[in-house]
């Protein structure tokens, strides 16, 4: 695989993965083609060497691994990690608004998101709506409106004349969606749209029982730039390192003696990860148990694993340089970044740093290191998660990137491609060096 065809199907990954539950279809339909088999929680597992399988919880989180040579007790675990959701609007339970002529919907913020890019947006909907079919059985199914269906306008620079000074945004007030005009005769009910859309894909819909729907930029991603050397797109924090983890797993080739290598992307990164199908749930942590026969072993494991956290970095803003460390301002399209805190809110340290450095090093791809300002708070990935979670040594990186959180990122179109080629060269790692010097 080379640079552009890395980005292109980048870029389609992007555009068909809206929402969490989206971007596990679409990798499932990736590991399925592959030849994956796809395994279930409730059932007893039989992995055989040189098998590749995958396994989903909630719909919204994945784990996919190649079982390599099965010997995972001599071996280790190359594991990467990823996050599958990322900062937006969430409609509301109750959403439904009539005001001043207006259809509108009640919406909530999810993650630390930028507010003000989302208004004046062409906004679409997504995500996974429960209900009862014409037998009484309760089913889930994923609707995507697709076409630009709301948007949240903004008020006229004349009624604010501060609004390029000091504008701050209350989400409760200033940013329930408009749909269309108040229907009176026919009025709207959001829970009647989503059946529509259901029915419109041949789901025989009685009733909608509850959902969770997610608004979205319908722009789709793009390579921009004179030379076209950036990557413009909604939720590149953190499906480019989604797809980028996979096609590393997908292009594995450690020989017949490779070793384990894994690949969890986790849904609520952006709001704590505490949840059934996030980072500090169970997920990791009962798949390799079934590695093992038993918890001596499973440990013995463990200490010759490893995880790779990636989450995109911040890159050096040229109109914000001030905001960076002087000696820790990653540059765009200059290579993964080295993501370190003293303070663990990354998982990474000298052992796991020096073995990814030396990774790079071997394989012509360029490093870099983020250290965040002393003076300033620190974001934070699933990598202590991980690390504290499942026992395992963690490194975190990531590409660098603009504008995190925003509707719409921007990272460099030559990071994925060096990214992918040091991620699959860990993949491939047989065993790790030797890890104590006492």
């Not at 429960?130 to 948007?151: M, S």
């Not at 979205?216 to 797109?233: H, M, N, R, V």
Request: with cysteine; net charge negative.
């Amino acid at each position: 695989m080379n640079q552009t065809q890395l980005n292109q199907g980048l870029l389609d990954f992007l555009r068909a993965s809206p929402t969490p539950f989206h971007a596990v279809k679409t990798m499932a339909e990736q590991f399925l083609s592959h030849g994956f088999v796809r395994l279930y929680e409730k059932d007893e597992w039989h992995l055989q060497a040189g098998k590749r399988y995958f396994v989903t919880r909630n719909d919204s989180s994945i784990i996919a691994f190649d079982y390599g040579s099965g010997e995972p007790l001599s071996s280790g675990v190359r594991m990467l990690g990823a996050h599958t959701d990322s900062p937006c609007l969430k409609v509301k339970p109750q959403p439904d608004i009539n005001k001043q002529g207006f259809y509108q919907l009640g919406v909530e913020k999810y993650g630390g998101m930028l507010l003000n890019p989302w208004f004046d947006r062409d906004l679409s909907m997504a995500g996974r709506v429960t209900y009862v079919n014409a037998a009484g059985d309760v089913c889930n199914g994923l609707i995507d409106f697709e076409r630009a269906v709301a948007t949240v306008p903004s008020l006229a620079i004349h009624l604010d004349r501060k609004a390029n000074e000091d504008r701050t945004v209350n989400v409760q007030t200033d940013m329930p969606i408009v749909l269309s005009l108040h229907d009176t005769d026919n009025p709207q009910e959001f829970r009647q749209l989503l059946s529509a859309q259901l029915t419109e894909q041949g789901n025989d819909v009685r009733q909608v029982l509850d959902y969770e729907i997610y608004c979205y930029d319908t722009q789709p991603p793009a390579l921009i730039g004179l030379k076209q050397e950036f990557i413009a797109s909604a939720r590149l924090d953190n499906l480019l390192s989604c797809y980028v983890g996979l096609q590393a797993l997908l292009e594995v080739d450690g020989g017949d003696k490779r070793a384990p290598a894994l690949l969890i992307c986790t849904d609520h990164e952006e709001v704590g990860s505490a949840s059934v199908a996030g980072a500090q749930g169970t997920f990791l942590s009962t798949v390799l148990e079934r590695f093992c026969s038993n918890n001596i072993q499973l440990s013995q494991m463990t200490a010759q694993s490893m995880m790779i956290s990636v989450d995109n970095a911040h890159g050096i803003h040229p109109n914000y340089a001030n905001k960076h460390d002087d000696n820790h301002g990653p540059l765009i399209n200059q290579g993964p970044v080295i993501k370190i805190n003293a303070n663990q809110r990354y998982a990474s340290n000298s052992e796991t740093s020096a073995l990814f450095r030396h990774l790079c090093q071997q394989n012509d791809i360029p490093v870099q290191t983020f250290v965040v300002r002393s003076d300033m708070g620190c974001g934070s990935t699933i990598g202590p998660i991980a690390a504290t979670e499942v026992g395992v040594k963690t490194l975190d990186i990531g590409v660098p990137s603009f504008a995190m959180h925003s509707i719409r990122e921007m990272a460099g179109a030559a990071d994925p491609f060096y990214l992918y080629g040091a991620l699959k060269a860990f993949c491939e790692l047989q065993q790790l060096p030797e890890s104590s010097c006492v």
